[in-house]
């Protein structure tokens, strides 16, 4: 009986060790397509970094053919952006201060 026990133990150990080698190799597959993932993002990346200096060569030298100061343009940009950003912003803070505002008024009322 001892030898029949050892035996399905023994069996069950030797299937866990197959599920665990199967589950290894499934990992290694994966590790592979995600090299394989990272290395083509890495050349797309290279390749729109190359494409984006091109661009801007061409776009600078175009800016000083036609007397456009480029960094002028950036900087109104940003200004763009951010007055377009902040408007949402300031109104959070409008509302808070009106809000306290109101309170101070009703503070105000009562102490008279």
């Known amino acids: 009986m001892a030898l029949g026990g ?10 866990m060790a197959e599920d665990v080698y199967k589950k290894l190799n ?5 590790i592979v397509e995600v ?6 993002t890495e050349a797309r990346v290279d ?3 190359a ?3 091109e661009q801007r060569a061409i776009l600078e030298a175009i800016a000083e053919e036609q007397g456009v100061d480029l960094d002028a343009a950036i900087a109104q940009a940003h200004i763009s952006e ?4 902040q408007p949402d912003s300031v109104a959070d803070s409008d509302d808070a201060s009106d809000d306290a505002d109101s309170a101070g008024d009703e503070n105000a009322s009562t102490d008279q």
């Not at 951010?82 to 950003?85: H, N």
Request: proline letters at 0%.
């Open 82 to 85: 951010a007055e377009d950003v």
């Open 47 to 49: 390749r729109l970094e």
């Open 6 to 15: 050892t035996a399905k133990k023994l069996q069950k150990v030797a299937e």
């Open 51 to 53: 494409e984006n200096a």
């Open 26 to 30: 499934e990992l290694r597959e994966q």
């Open 35 to 40: 090299r394989e993932t990272v290395n083509e």
